[in-house]
């Protein structure tokens, strides 16, 4: 069975060049433009893993990971970003993240790290 | 407030990085090499900001920062060239905004990393907004108050194709102020050690304000000079005070053939003045000035009647100086140039160097009516020397 | 594969043996034309090494100094563009080498070993140089002279150069070793 991916960034470029590059190999449950959204996604459809955008509106990546893994400790997150800030990084593993990948991504990059995390 | 003028060439070397890594991001999502020709910190009036940007229309992308950084940031390129960014991009043609907004917050954060990490706090920046702007609109907030902070500005350039980027960050306050204003006696104190006991790096921003004003006007006395000897119509059209890497003035005068002449300053500050025009220019200009056609079109009448144009261009240019900061300047004899831009200017540089990384560039274009011709000046004077009587331009 | 403009008259030998390689698979994100080698920028003060067949340019050479150094067995290539003759001693040279022929060169040197190249097989090629102004006392020829004095130190031979008088140059290396110098008036040679 296909590993179920459930997508949170707020450009939605980005969503479909994530899309683009996991379709057919994976199965996207989802796509959601806010860290509210991902939280309520991620209690929906129990996706295997969360592409997370860290820069969002409303809420940002890092609390909707912390969140999701309140109540699902098994959650695997894996951040993307921006931002290659070593603080950053820091914060979304002590966040409870599996890896992060830096934009702009290229698919091997993302499917290294979707490999590693899962 | 001082400025520590060590203390803006570190950040001025976070900002050239940050740029990199920037031009970067975009050269893996548009498929295309992008180079960072250009990074400085521009201390102007926001009225002499706004002029420098009228007429352009730009779209951009901006993040607001907090944390390490307070204040906003800004990727904008110009409206012209928008088809062919969103050609560069994968599904870019149906995406427009999305696909803009998201290149502007990749490279923004490259941009922002270097800072972050030298830092050691994190910057968060806020989601990024898609515009459009007209003229200097499109600067982050606050840029035209000119409150005394630096706008940081770095040019992005294709090396293929026709696409220009442009970065701006504007600090507003927090860690930035610390960084690179010294507190003054301390600053004065480590400065003075610094430099053996001869001179401060530390100057009072005010002081540079002044300076800007004083660069303006030199720049409108050099236009008036050659409306005077040409009876053309002229205008300046930008005339700004930076802060940049001395190794990247090259680049901005470019490869196209320039002549025009040379000066090197005597006096406080020291140091050198380049007067370029693109060959055509100075070919329309020379003309202007000679009472007949001459037989080449920069041949050895039109290279005397720009050496004199020169000469009194930069007579103008340096008069109110010597006033203002009450040092005497002098200028040697103009030297002709005439070849690849960066070139003829790059001597020059190289002679800089040998004291400093960093250098005050007063950078003016100056435009004529009626013919199309161009013209640019670039003052370099000598850090230690200006800052010295910039210094000295704040006692009572 | 782009090939240079120049007249590169019969007697340029042909040095690369392998076909012209395969460009590189497409990247996900990348749009442009995918035959093209790369270009890489090398600015006023910096230096860059390449082991694969991106062509090396700088531009606008006035009294700076160009050196590209080839190891072409390796197919490993460098190219420096120095401002001033000396960085030995100066605090600067830490931070900047590539400022500076001699830092420069050293680093240079430093940087194609790790790229595979062997430092016994380098064969240098200097442009640049000139001496544009006489406001800077011939800052261009203390380069070169400079360039001949740390190259010879190093035991690389000077196979070409193009250098002095007072004309600009924009370089570009290309993946055969070339150096093609090009004047202000578009006149190019390889040497």
């Not at chain 2, 303006?216 to 119509?233: F, H, Q, R, V």
């Not at chain 3, 007697?11 to 690369?16: A, F, G, H, S």
Request: proline share 5%; charged share 25%; with cysteine.
């Amino acid at each position: 069975m296909a590993t179920r991916v459930l997508i949170a960034d707020d450009s939605e470029f980005m969503r479909n060049l994530l899309r683009e590059i996991l379709e057919g190999e994976f199965e996207i449950v989802g796509e959601a433009e806010n860290g509210v959204e991902a939280v309520n996604m991620y209690e929906e459809h129990g996706p295997d893993l969360v592409m997370m955008d860290i820069v969002m509106p409303i809420r940002d990546g890092i609390e909707a990971t912390t969140e999701i893994l309140e109540d699902n400790p098994d959650a695997t997150v894996i951040m993307c970003t921006s931002v290659g800030q070593e603080e950053k990084m820091k914060a979304a593993i002590k966040a409870g993240a599996e890896g992060y990948i830096t934009k702009p991504f290229q698919k091997p990059n993302v499917l290294d790290a979707i490999g590693s995390a899962v | 407030m001082r400025v520590d003028v060590r203390a803006l060439g570190a950040c001025n070397r976070l900002a050239e990085r940050g740029a990199k890594q920037a031009a970067g991001a975009l050269s893996d999502l548009t498929g295309t090499d992008l180079a960072v020709e250009v990074t400085g910190a521009s201390v102007a009036s926001g009225e002499d900001l706004a002029e420098s940007f009228a007429g352009r229309e730009s779209i951009g992308v901006s993040v607001g920062l907090r944390g390490g950084l307070d204040g906003e940031a800004v990727l904008a390129f110009d409206a012209v060239t928008a088809d062919a960014l969103l050609s560069l991009l994968p599904g870019g043609q149906s995406m427009e905004r999305s696909a803009v907004t998201e290149v502007g917050n990749i490279a923004l954060g490259g941009f922002l990393d270097g800072w972050a990490n030298y830092l050691g706090k994190a910057i968060d920046m806020s989601p990024p907004r898609y515009f459009e702007a007209d003229g200097a609109a499109v600067l982050p907030d606050g840029a035209l108050a000119g409150d005394g902070v630096f706008l940081f500005e770095s040019r992005l350039d294709a090396t293929t194709t026709d696409l220009d980027f442009s970065i701006y960050m504007l600090p507003d306050s927090g860690p930035f102020r610390d960084l690179i204003v010294g507190k003054t006696a301390p600053a004065a104190a480590a400065g003075g050690e610094a430099a053996g006991g001869t001179a401060s790096t530390a100057v009072p921003y005010e002081s540079l304000s002044t300076f800007s004003s004083l660069a303006k006007k030199g720049s409108a006395n050099a236009a008036d000079n050659i409306a005077m000897m040409t009876g053309l119509e002229t205008s300046v059209d930008v005339s700004r005070l930076r802060f940049v890497p001395l190794a990247d003035v090259p680049a901005e005068v470019g490869t196209e053939p320039h002549a025009g002449t040379v000066f090197e300053l005597q006096g406080e500050p020291s140091g050198y003045l380049a007067i370029l025009f693109e060959e055509s220019s100075a070919a329309a200009v020379a003309d202007a000035m000679l009472p007949m056609e001459p037989d080449e079109p920069l041949g050895d009448m039109a290279e005397n009647a720009l050496c004199e144009l020169g000469n009194v261009m930069t007579s103008g240019f340096i008069d109110g100086w010597a006033n203002v900061l009450g040092t005497s300047i002098t200028h040697s004899p103009p030297e002709f140039v005439h070849d690849i831009g960066a070139s003829t200017i790059s001597p020059l540089v190289a002679k800089l160097s040998e004291r400093q990384d960093y250098g005050f560039v007063i950078d003016t274009a100056i435009e004529t009516e009626g013919i199309q011709a161009r013209c640019d000046v670039y003052a370099l004077p000598d850090e230690r020397e200006l800052a010295r009587a910039l210094d000295h331009l704040s006692d009572p | 594969m782009t090939r240079s403009l120049s007249d590169d008259g019969p007697d340029d030998p042909p040095e690369r043996t392998e076909s012209d390689a395969v460009a590189d698979p497409a990247a996900v994100t990348g749009g442009a034309a995918s035959d093209d080698p790369g270009r890489i920028k090398v600015g006023v003060g910096e230096l860059a090494v390449t082991a694969d067949d991106a062509i090396l340019t700088t531009s606008g050479l006035g009294s700076c100094v160009a050196v590209a150094l080839v190891d072409r067995r390796a197919g490993v290539r460098g190219l420096l563009h120095a401002m001033l003759p000396a960085g030995e001693g100066r605090t600067t040279a830490a931070s900047r080498p590539a400022k500076y022929v001699d830092t420069g060169i050293d680093s240079l040197i430093g940087g194609l070993d790790d790229a595979g190249a062997d430092p016994r097989r380098l064969e240098a090629r200097v442009a640049g140089g000139a001496e544009m102004l006489d406001l800077t006392d011939a800052v261009g020829p203390r380069n070169v002279e400079r360039v001949g004095e740390v190259l010879d130190a190093a035991g690389v031979p000077i196979v070409a150069s193009d250098v002095g008088d007072a004309v600009g140059r924009t370089v570009r290396l290309r993946s055969d070793g070339r150096l093609v110098v090009r004047a202000a008036d578009g006149f190019e040679r390889a040497i």
